[in-house]
Structures are given as structure tokens and as C-alpha cells.
């Protein structure tokens, strides 16, 4: 079962990876299952490696803040990402072809339910990710440092 695991971990990282190089190379824009999606693109560092590691991710703007969720496919545990942010909150973010630095934080109760709600009338399928999950998806808040 820990193959199995470790196999679609490594399948994902792959996936990534692709969308990744083509988000640089086209200047922010991608295909395939993000086509007309807003995406960016969230360099943490690890929490246990110290090692930078950057994930695309569909994000909504609340505004001036970019709002992220650690849906991580409806897994029942929160996505690496998510852990890193926690260890070391600052990070980097790249939205279309601008690159900046950003200090991410999880929202607070009253206000992850305005923006849960706010984004599920948008993206319907985050309900069925945090039922898949069986906990509730944390929602990060990404806000620019040099602003």
C-alpha cells in the first residue's frame, strides 16, 4: 500500500511539474484541467528539508489578498504546502508573469466561513473535496509583504 502511495505521490509531483514549466514558458497562462482557471504558482520552504518547493494552485483574490485552499484533492491530510506555510509563513508567489513575496496565514473561523462560502458559489466541488476529506479544508490567506 505504501507503493501505491508513493506512486501517485511521485505521479502528482510529475503532474506538476508539467503544469509548472508551462505556466513559466507561457507567461502564466496553462491548459488542460486549469485552462481559464486562476492559478499561480506558491514557493514554500520545507518544513523539514529547508528546500524550496513550489505547487500550482487555483486561487481566488479577496482584495488584496490571494486566497488559496489546502484541499490537497480531497486527501485526508492537509497538502505538504500547507505544513510548510505553517513552519515558515513567508513565501513566494508567482501570479501571471509578476513573482513576489507573500506571508500566508490560516484564516480564523468566522472568516473562513465568509470566504468558504463566498468561494463555494463559485467552485461547488470544494464541498464534495472536504466530505472525500472528512475534515474541514483549511483556508489560507496570502498577503503581498512589499505592499
Given at each position: 500500500m505504501?507503493?501505491?502511495?508513493?506512486?501517485?505521490?511521485s505521479?502528482r509531483l510529475?503532474?506538476?511539474q508539467?503544469?509548472?514549466?508551462e505556466f513559466?514558458s507561457?507567461g502564466g497562462?496553462?491548459?488542460?484541467?486549469f485552462e481559464?482557471?486562476?492559478l499561480l504558482?506558491l514557493?514554500?520552504?520545507?518544513?523539514?528539508?529547508g528546500q524550496?518547493?513550489?505547487t500550482p494552485?487555483?486561487?481566488?483574490?479577496?482584495?488584496?489578498?490571494l486566497v488559496?485552499?489546502?484541499?490537497?484533492g480531497?486527501?485526508?491530510?492537509?497538502?505538504?504546502w500547507?505544513?510548510n506555510?505553517?513552519?515558515?509563513?513567508?513565501?513566494?508567489?508567482?501570479v501571471g508573469?509578476?513573482a513576489?513575496q507573500?506571508?500566508?496565514a490560516?484564516?480564523?473561523?468566522a472568516e473562513?466561513?465568509?470566504?468558504?462560502?463566498q468561494?463555494l458559489?463559485?467552485?461547488p466541488?470544494?464541498a464534495?473535496?472536504?466530505k472525500?476529506?472528512?475534515r474541514p479544508?483549511p483556508?489560507?490567506a496570502?498577503t503581498?509583504?512589499?505592499?
Amino acid at each position: 500500500m505504501a507503493v501505491e502511495r508513493d506512486e501517485s505521490v511521485s505521479e502528482r509531483l510529475q503532474q506538476n511539474q508539467l503544469v509548472i514549466d508551462e505556466f513559466r514558458s507561457a507567461g502564466g497562462v496553462v491548459g488542460g484541467p486549469f485552462e481559464g482557471m486562476p492559478l499561480l504558482l506558491l514557493t514554500t520552504t520545507g518544513a523539514r528539508s529547508g528546500q524550496p518547493r513550489t505547487t500550482p494552485m487555483v486561487y481566488f483574490r479577496d482584495g488584496t489578498r490571494l486566497v488559496v485552499f489546502a484541499a490537497n484533492g480531497g486527501s485526508k491530510s492537509n497538502p505538504g504546502w500547507y505544513h510548510n506555510l505553517l513552519t515558515n509563513p513567508v513565501a513566494q508567489v508567482e501570479v501571471g508573469t509578476e513573482a513576489y513575496q507573500v506571508t500566508g496565514a490560516e484564516t480564523g473561523s468566522a472568516e473562513r466561513e465568509r470566504l468558504w462560502a463566498q468561494r463555494l458559489t463559485e467552485a461547488p466541488q470544494l464541498a464534495g473535496l472536504q466530505k472525500q476529506a472528512g475534515r474541514p479544508i483549511p483556508v489560507v490567506a496570502l498577503t503581498r509583504v512589499d505592499r
